[in-house]
């Protein structure tokens, strides 16, 4: 099996793209890792890049490239539970999901979602701390721009 191409390699995660999600600025994320860094105002920006997104302008990849969606769905992939040796395509992923006789909750799911966590945990915690300190930069900015106004009338 190929490996998965870089641009649908979600960064937040580190794994192929779930229910992909297509920023403003032309990155793909799960659909549930973004939504999650954007749960904090604070956090609202692109993992990737910076720039600001919002719920409203992360947009399904299928509905803004149905081209690169096709692409995305035509992956191939292998069940995510050891037991199960079903390979096909992404675009079938979920219907094998819902039907695989050998779903349970495995070592590498439960892994994934303590990564997601601490991952968004990680990221608004850091967001929070370069909010915190950059309102004390423009405090102080602030405070000596009025003194030196004020030496200066």
Not at 30 to 55: D, F, G, L, Y
Not at 76 to 81: A, G, M, Q
Not at 97 to 126: L, M, Q, W, Y
Request: with cysteine.
């Amino acid at each position: 099996m190929r490996s998965v191409p870089e641009d649908f390699v979600c960064n937040i995660c580190t794994d192929i793209v779930e229910q992909p999600q297509h920023t403003p600025c032309g990155h793909l994320f799960c659909r549930e890792c973004i939504m999650s860094c954007m749960k904090n105002p604070a956090t609202s920006s692109c993992p990737n890049c910076r720039q600001p997104i919002t719920p409203e302008t992360v947009k399904p990849l299928e509905d803004e490239s149905p081209v690169i969606n096709r692409m995305y769905g035509r992956i191939r992939v292998r069940c995510l539970h050891r037991v199960c040796r079903w390979e096909g395509e992404m675009s079938d992923m979920a219907g094998h999901d819902s039907t695989c006789v050998d779903k349970h909750p495995c070592a590498a799911c439960v892994e994934k979602e303590r990564k997601n966590t601490a991952i968004t945990a990680a990221f608004g915690e850091d967001m929070r701390r370069v909010k915190t300190k950059s309102a004390g930069i423009i405090q102080d900015l602030t405070s000596q721009l009025a003194r030196v106004q004020a030496e200066a009338a």
